[in-house]
């Protein structure tokens, strides 16, 4: 069985062609730099960017594979959540497809192909674990009793993690994206030099808050000289990743307990991070938890993901009309009730 999954939910143009549910054989992905320049995502330049790279990755996909559009058993394409002018290119693109090739057309959520790259990374993976999904959108815990089968445990309350690495990295004036800027400065300072507060809200609950992380590095800032901050850059950077990934380890690793698990799964773009992914190995042996987590390639956006979550649902007869929509603030749902 052969699926293409089409990802064009943010800044990335993705196709990817996944055999057999876990076999990845090509995963295009065409990063957009014409963000770099803003500071963050425009928009309307990510979709027109969409428009013009998303055939060429097609293409590209095809011919690294040596298949042709004719070979695949269905299309599978990201319908929320994402930018809305964003998620529209993928998904005409592929409705086009799957009419003039009489094609089963698959819609999948972006936050369940995060998920999904667990799998493609690890086929041994399976439920019921706990998993921390955690990127420049979304910041949340979700307990997967079965592929496709999804409980929500708490998610943030206001900025994803993510996003809260993407604005910090602006205010120090380091790049963009965020997340690996810090992270690479961080590798040279001290987390334990400038103590940043950490939010754990009512600690027997899964939710998280970013918002006050990233306003007491504001306040620092604005209460330093330039020659100042300059000199402690890396110790800021280290200081701030420490608070975000104090929080993220143990609420993932409390709500792990909770639901007796002993396997958690890190994905999305921020699991890229080292302190994060070190930390949570290391704790989560302490419990006798063991923790996994995508290469980087398969945490941050990419259609391998979509292509290996679209190939379970199809396998699953979920089948989308082509009336099928794009829905900007798609939640994570479980798709059909499972038997129990
Ligand atoms: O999953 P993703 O590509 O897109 C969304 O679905 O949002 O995640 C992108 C996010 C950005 O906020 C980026 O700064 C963050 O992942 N990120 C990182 C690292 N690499 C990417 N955050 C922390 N440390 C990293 N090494
Ligand atoms: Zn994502």
Known sequence: MLVLGIDTSCDDTSVAIVQDSTTLLANVIS??????????????????????????AIDSALQTTGKRLQDMDAIAVTCGPGLIGSLLIGLSIAKSMAFALKKPLVGVNHIEGHIFAGRLADPDLTPPFVTLIVS?????????????????LG???????????????????????GGPAIDRLAASGDPARIAFP?????????????????????????????DEIAHELPHIAAGFQAAVVDV?????????????????????????????????????????????????ILCTDNGAMIAAAGSFHFSQGHIAPLSLSADPRAKLTTARPVPR
């Open 31 to 56: 990063s957009q730099g014409i963000h770099l320049d803003y500071g963050g995502v425009v928009p309307e330049l990510a979709s027109r960017a969409h428009l013009t790279l998303l055939l060429p």
């Open 136 to 152: 420049g959108g979304h910041t949340q815990l979700v307990h997967v009793r079965a592929w496709g089968d999804y409980d929500i």
């Open 155 to 177: 998610r943030t309350r206001d900025d994803a993690a993510g996003e809260a690495f993407d604005k910090v990295a602006k205010m120090l004036d380091i790049g963009f994206p």
């Open 198 to 226: 950490r939010a754990y809200l009512d600690r027997s609950r899964s939710e998280f808050s970013f918002s006050g992380v990233k306003t007491a590095v504001r306040t620092y800032l604005a209460t330093r000289s330039v």
């Open 248 to 296: 993220l380890v143990d609420k993932t690793l409390d709500a792990a307990r909770k639901m007796d698990s002993r396997r958690i799964l890190l994905t999305g773009g921020v699991a890229c991070n080292r302190r994060l992914r070190r930390q949570m190995t290391e704790q989560g042996a302490v419990h006798g938890i063991t923790v996994t987590y995508p290469p980087p």
